[in-house]
């Protein structure tokens, strides 16, 4: 039967250990219960993966720790999609080879989060979609003569495919 006894150096290096744990712990907490968004996004705040509030206000925000309040951040920015060149069939029967500039942003960000999901690649991916969709479909409605033209009359051909265009994205 033997008795333990701790002498000094173990219980200070006990103390010490029990500290470090308490202060990460803390660090951790600290960490996960304040999120930053600057001016240029917006976010929505989930509790256990359900939305519960879009916050669009810059600056330091609280929130419950990591497992119970998650934040997904969207930047609000205008961002370009630029396609690769597209050979399309025209009305009257000429094939164009096209290349389209789309500028997009994200308007509703809790709406883009449960359609579109929480990456840019997947909105980029969406448009992309979009585009050769769209472009498909309107450029086969119209001749090649309302794209392209010296005359003034084939402008506004060309207005009216672009806002055609617009209105189907």
């Not at 519960?52 to 929130?63: I, M, N, S």
């Not at 998650?70 to 630029?82: A, E, G, H, N, S």
Request: proline share 4%; with cysteine.
């Amino acid at each position: 039967l033997g008795i333990y006894v701790l002498d000094s150096n173990q219980t200070s290096s006990t103390r010490k250990i029990a500290i470090l744990i308490a202060v990460l712990a803390g660090l951790f907490l600290v960490l996960t219960c304040f999120y930053q968004l600057r001016l240029t996004e917006a976010a929505v705040l989930t509790t256990f993966e359900k939305p519960v509030a879009t916050v669009t206000e810059p600056g330091l925000h609280c929130k419950w720790p990591w497992p119970v309040q998650k934040v997904y951040p969207f930047d609000l920015r205008v961002r370009t999609y630029q396609s690769s060149y597209m050979e399309y069939l025209v009305k009257d029967g000429f094939n164009i080879v096209v290349r389209a500039f789309v500028c997009w942003s994200v308007g509703d960000v809790a709406t883009y989060k449960n359609k579109v999901g929480v990456t840019v690649e997947s909105g980029e991916s969406l448009v992309a979609t979009l585009v050769t969709k769209h472009m498909k479909s309107v450029l086969a409605e119209h001749a090649l003569s309302d794209l392209v033209g010296v005359s003034p009359e084939c402008v506004g051909g060309f207005s009216a495919v672009e806002g055609t265009l617009a209105e189907a994205m």
